[in-house]
């Protein structure tokens, strides 16, 4: 790689050109303080880099050192500091530009540590604290992540923690900070200070959504019974399989286009009449008719793997509604999102 001008180097090319820079000790020195998958990155572009020129070579310097005196200045006495020495140095433009990328490389989310962590690890992690802290920790993680801890969590939780996560409106910085310090956090210094607003019933709706259908209906029904408004107000923003007579033929065509003819038999051996009526009469008779055999033909089939495939197309049905493909009539007068 050899780059001519600042705005074709990337991030990670310019930290690769100042590792190089800087020599093979201090670059070792600098390893140890970050992360396998980082250092794995840094040293693929290393290796990678062919040659640089003494421009390339000054401008990434500067940057560099630029930084570096903006986030001794911010720990000195904080942005506002920063920012008007910044700009007797370096001029208004300059330091906006530094303070930029400097706050946009530390305004670390929290729990951002745990986030790339095997789900599994995880659960170790986390399974024995209270649930309100489990619930704090899931509202921070990718919904993906969440439901997979959620659905291994012991019965008797899944359904407190999820209560939690929904009713959870708003956390000071200090009581994140605290669950971080527990959790060897690496919260940023930069963590805005404002009241975070976390959780919520469309939190837990996204990981509902996720979570396998077992671990879903089992947490509803426990919330019917606990909390049978919250309950009704999460079930009215959730979408399941059945659901898919919420969808006019329109869109039923749409979504069946995306969706693995496998998948849809599966997905159809576990389904209600009405639903397999439904979607028969959206599709050719052709392959209604291919569908019908395959689902005869498959003989018995676990409920995990009918599951699994119901779970696929309402996940393409998902996707299309968010990219305004498809749209789903969710509650209002006597209809009812189950």
Request: glycine content about 4%.
């Amino acid at each position: 790689m050899a780059a001519s001008t600042d705005a074709t180097i990337s991030g990670l090319q310019k930290a690769a050109i100042l590792l190089v820079v800087l020599g093979p000790e201090k670059s070792a020195m600098i390893f140890k303080h970050l992360k396998e998958e980082e250092i794995e990155e840094l040293t693929l572009e290393i290796a990678n880099t062919r040659s640089i020129t003494p421009q390339v070579k000054d401008t990434v310097i500067n940057e560099f050192y630029e930084i570096c005196l903006a986030q001794q200045y911010i720990s000195e006495g904080g942005i506002g500091y920063a920012k008007e020495l910044l700009e007797k140095a370096l001029g208004t433009e300059k330091a906006m530009d530094v303070i930029g990328k400097l706050t946009a490389s530390l305004q670390v989310k929290p729990f951002e540590f745990i986030r790339k962590t095997d789900a599994s690890q995880l659960l170790n992690f986390i399974q024995d604290e209270h649930p309100q802290t489990i619930a704090l920790i899931m509202s921070y993680l990718p919904s993906h992540q969440a439901s997979i801890v959620l659905s291994a969590l012991p019965p008797d939780k899944q359904a407190d923690v999820a209560k939690r996560i929904a009713m959870m409106d708003r956390t000071s910085p200090e009581v994140v900070k605290e669950v971080e310090k527990v959790l060897e956090s690496k919260l940023s210094s930069l963590v805005n200070q404002d009241y975070t607003v976390i959780g919520g019933v469309d939190a837990i709706v996204e990981i509902l959504n996720t979570v396998d259908r077992g671990t879903e209906k089992h947490i509803m029904e426990t919330l019917e019974i606990e909390e049978p408004e919250l309950a009704d107000e999460i079930r009215k923003k959730m979408f399941v399989f059945e659901d898919i007579l919420l969808l006019d033929d329109r869109a039923i065509q749409r979504v069946l286009r995306d969706v693995d003819n496998n998948d849809l038999a599966i997905a159809l051996k576990g389904a209600n009449e009405q639903v397999q009526t439904t979607i028969f009469n959206n599709m050719s008779k052709r392959l209604a008719v291919m569908i019908k055999e395959d689902m005869e033909f498959m003989g018995p089939v676990r409920m995990k793997d009918v599951e699994e495939a119901q779970q696929k197309i309402v996940n393409i049905i998902r996707k299309l509604e968010d990219s305004g493909e498809i749209v789903i009539s969710r509650g209002g007068g006597d209809e009812i999102v189950v």
